[in-house]
């Protein structure tokens, strides 16, 4: 008669702790608030973050970094994402924060993952970019005839500067970078600078040498991204977490000293597949349609350009 007694104990502490754990479970949820399950191969979700003053970082959906400069009755976007579908949901996260209708667009350069977005743009807006980045964009737009609608509405050659509803914007293009057509945005006011994708850490830049980018360019318009405007102390970029002027000339000095690498190996008669092996670049994947150039190989191919 024991027996069962102390099984039906047992039983019913497994039960209570059950329901202690079920219930713990419950409250730490709502704690954490909704949590959005991302599926699988889709794109992360969209944040806005706050940078400084009206000025705001738009991460995740499909393609590059966005940003928002609120004004007082416009809002102004700058870079455009990758898809019609994450063009939509960003304006729609913007509205959350500054439900403002959108003023102006402007394009740092011609990528697919900053522009194709643009597809999804309903209202007319004017859409400003480099003259250049105009000229890159044609192709694709020929091309895709759904794209027709994303070129800009309007160019400039240089730079251009621009007062936003009180906040003053200093375009400026220092010759082919990233691109030929790369427009570097300074917003001195609140000492921040939009830039592209001149800024990658932990990797190699990316150089289009189909838009006759360079890396003498790319490397000089970095320097000029610090010497322009000295006050300025936040630079955003496409695909890189927001820099100070330390970061920005750390990765200056990488650049150069991978540079003088490559010219003393050249220096010492070894060949591009011996620079290409010292540096330990991978050839492509057999069977991939990319063919994106190493790094050391532009460089390699500049040097020899000079010469
Ligand atoms: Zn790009």
Request: glycine share 8%.
């Amino acid at each position: 008669m024991r027996k069962p007694v102390r099984k039906r104990a047992i039983l019913s502490l497994a039960v209570r702790l059950v329901f202690v754990v079920v219930m713990f479970v419950f409250c730490l949820a709502l704690t954490q608030g909704p949590t959005y399950a991302q599926q699988p191969g889709s794109p992360p979700p969209l944040t806005l973050e706050k940078i400084r003053g009206n000025i705001y970082v738009i991460k995740g959906g499909s393609g590059a970094n966005s940003f928002l400069i609120a004004g007082k009755k416009s809002n102004l976007l700058v870079d455009a994402k990758m898809t019609a579908e994450s063009f939509k949901d960003m304006l729609s996260e913007i509205q959350k924060t500054s439900p403002l209708p959108l003023g102006l667009i402007i394009l740092t350069h011609s990528d697919g993952d900053h522009v194709n977005g643009l597809r999804g743009l309903q209202a007319k807006v004017k859409i400003l970019a480099h003259a250049k980045t105009y000229e890159e964009m044609l192709p694709a737009v020929e091309q895709t005839p759904e794209l027709k609608d994303i070129l800009p509405t309007e160019t400039y050659e240089g730079s251009q500067s621009i007062d936003f509803e009180g906040t003053r914007l200093e375009l400026r293009n220092f010759g082919p970078a990233h691109t030929s057509g790369d427009t570097i945005i300074f917003i001195p006011g609140s000492r921040v600078a939009i830039a592209g994708d001149l800024m990658f850490f932990g990797r190699d830049p990316l150089i289009h040498k189909h838009k006759n980018g360079t890396f003498y360019g790319y490397l000089k318009t970095l320097q000029f991204l610090l010497d322009y405007r000295p006050e300025i102390e936040i630079f955003l970029s496409g695909h890189a977490e927001p820099a100070g002027r330390a970061e920005v000339a750390g990765l200056i000095s990488s650049l150069k000293e991978k540079e003088a690498r490559v010219r003393e190996m050249m220096e010492q008669g070894k060949t591009l597949d011996d620079i290409k092996a010292a540096f330990g670049v991978q050839p492509p994947p057999t069977g991939s349609q990319v063919r994106r150039l190493p790094l050391v190989e532009i460089i390699y191919q500049e040097i020899k350009d000079k010469k």
